[in-house]
């Protein structure tokens, strides 16, 4: 079954991610795949219909993004094309050709993926690997090792700032034992990095992890501006693990709220592998959290009043026994350096704990 994605847009109008991307995921997790992805500017008349009849001719599922507003004007075109009319979810289907219109003010992928999941007759399950930090070479590594001990699944990989999910979509009908060596071939690839085998937040693995310990985490935050806090009290029941977040962002916040030596500041700078130190041991030093973590760095676009690079930060967990500070060199625009280093701070709280 051969399939095709045509994306109708507006020329002028550029985004980060590609207006289409949750397509390609919703569609992968139902073990589909596009074997084109066309993208038209929607004022090009003759280049639209000439991709429509492209996929009438050679293509058995057509999937249109576009904007609403073009929706009189396509399906006009497309039913007699097709020789079908469209039904109220925006589905046409005439014998072994099927095409869906989605709109782009309120996209809905996830109902045609599995509707063609279903007409296909073919039924799949998945599992999941989820890491931080993994290089994308060893994940690449793990998917052809994976592939090769089972060669009927699909790996679909994602990563958002640095925290991976490794969707691994199979049928149902796939040899139980193959699936699993394909698991365990991930497993002992990517050992350090995973912190979990299900679909689960990162947050919330630490949530689970921090109550299962019965400890009480506190955060200092400077340059992550409260991220780490965010992310912790958007999972629920979150209050029986979570006792304070600070943001520390001036120096005088530092030494007046967290105990940080001024002369250490001085001497060693805000951003520091000792400045870091000192933040998480002040808050252990309360004796009102079990583990805490702090985070001082440069996220950008310049640099403080030092030599010190954009995307260079710190990252102190303390416990009882001590404080470990890890250093980073985050490459990125200033959203991509505190996003990733939000994530390596959840997951080495998680790793300091587990």
């Given at each position: 079954?051969?399939?095709?994605?045509?994306?109708?847009?507006?020329?002028?109008?550029?985004?980060?991610?590609?207006?289409?991307?949750?397509?390609?995921?919703?569609?992968?997790?139902?073990?589909?795949?596009?074997?084109?992805?066309?993208?038209?500017?929607?004022?090009?008349?003759?280049?639209?219909?000439?991709?429509?009849?492209?996929?009438?001719?050679?293509?058995?599922?057509?999937?249109?993004?576009?904007?609403?507003?073009?929706?009189?004007?396509?399906?006009?075109?497309?039913?007699?094309?097709?020789?079908?009319?469209?039904?109220?979810?925006?589905?046409?289907?005439?014998?072994?050709?099927?095409?869906?219109?989605?709109?782009?003010?309120?996209?809905?992928?996830?109902?045609?993926?599995?509707?063609?999941?279903?007409?296909?007759?073919?039924?799949?399950?998945?599992?999941?690997?989820?890491?931080?930090?993994?290089?994308?070479?060893?994940?690449?590594?793990?998917?052809?090792?994976?592939?090769?001990?089972?060669?009927?699944?699909?790996?679909?990989?994602?990563?958002?700032?640095?925290?991976?999910?490794?969707?691994?979509?199979?049928?149902?009908?796939?040899?139980?034992?193959?699936?699993?060596?394909?698991?365990?071939?991930?497993?002992?690839?990517?050992?350090?990095?995973?912190?979990?085998?299900?679909?689960?937040?990162?947050?919330?693995?630490?949530?689970?992890?921090?109550?299962?310990?019965?400890?009480?985490?506190?955060?200092?935050?400077?340059?992550?501006?409260?991220?780490?806090?965010?992310?912790?009290?958007?999972?629920?029941?979150?209050?029986?693990?979570?006792?304070?977040?600070?943001?520390?962002?001036?120096?005088?916040?530092?030494?007046?709220?967290?105990?940080?030596?001024?002369?250490?500041?001085?001497?060693?700078?805000?951003?520091?592998?000792?400045?870091?130190?000192?933040?998480?041991?002040?808050?252990?030093?309360?004796?009102?959290?079990?583990?805490?973590?702090?985070?001082?760095?440069?996220?950008?676009?310049?640099?403080?009043?030092?030599?010190?690079?954009?995307?260079?930060?710190?990252?102190?967990?303390?416990?009882?026994?001590?404080?470990?500070?890890?250093?980073?060199?985050?490459?990125?625009?200033?959203?991509?350096?505190?996003?990733?280093?939000?994530?390596?701070?959840?997951?080495?709280?998680?790793k300091n704990i587990k």
């Amino acid at each position: 079954m051969k399939s095709c994605l045509v994306v109708l847009r507006n020329k002028k109008i550029f985004s980060e991610r590609a207006e289409y991307y949750s397509c390609l995921r919703a569609f992968a997790a139902e073990g589909l795949y596009f074997d084109k992805i066309a993208v038209v500017a929607y004022d090009g008349s003759a280049e639209i219909t000439s991709q429509l009849r492209d996929c009438r001719e050679n293509f058995n599922v057509s999937v249109v993004l576009c904007p609403q507003t073009m929706e009189g004007t396509l399906k006009g075109f497309l039913q007699p094309l097709y020789g079908g009319t469209f039904d109220m979810s925006h589905a046409l289907e005439t014998g072994e050709k099927s095409v869906y219109l989605v709109f782009s003010e309120r996209p809905d992928f996830v109902t045609p993926a599995k509707h063609i999941a279903l007409k296909s007759g073919r039924k799949f399950a998945k599992a999941y690997i989820k890491a931080v930090g993994a290089p994308h070479e060893e994940i690449l590594a793990a998917v052809r090792e994976a592939k090769t001990l089972s060669p009927t699944i699909e790996c679909n990989v994602y990563e958002s700032y640095s925290d991976c999910t490794i969707e691994v979509v199979y049928s149902e009908s796939d040899s139980k034992m193959k699936v699993d060596g394909a698991i365990r071939a991930f497993v002992s690839a990517l050992g350090g990095y995973i912190y979990a085998l299900e679909d689960i937040s990162l947050a919330e693995r630490l949530f689970q992890l921090l109550r299962l310990r019965r400890m009480k985490i506190s955060c200092a935050e400077s340059f992550t501006g409260g991220g780490i806090g965010k992310r912790l009290v958007d999972v629920p029941g979150i209050s029986e693990v979570y006792f304070e977040g600070l943001n520390t962002y001036s120096n005088e916040s530092k030494a007046a709220r967290l105990g940080v030596d001024e002369m250490t500041i001085r001497s060693k700078g805000a951003v520091s592998a000792e400045t870091a130190f000192e933040m998480a041991e002040g808050l252990i030093k309360q004796g009102n959290c079990d583990v805490s973590v702090a985070t001082t760095g440069i996220a950008g676009p310049k640099s403080d009043n030092t030599s010190k690079p954009v995307g260079l930060c710190y990252i102190a967990v303390g416990l009882k026994e001590g404080v470990n500070v890890y250093k980073f060199n985050i490459s990125g625009d200033r959203k991509t350096v505190t996003e990733t280093a939000i994530n390596n701070a959840l997951f080495l709280v998680y790793k300091n704990i587990k």
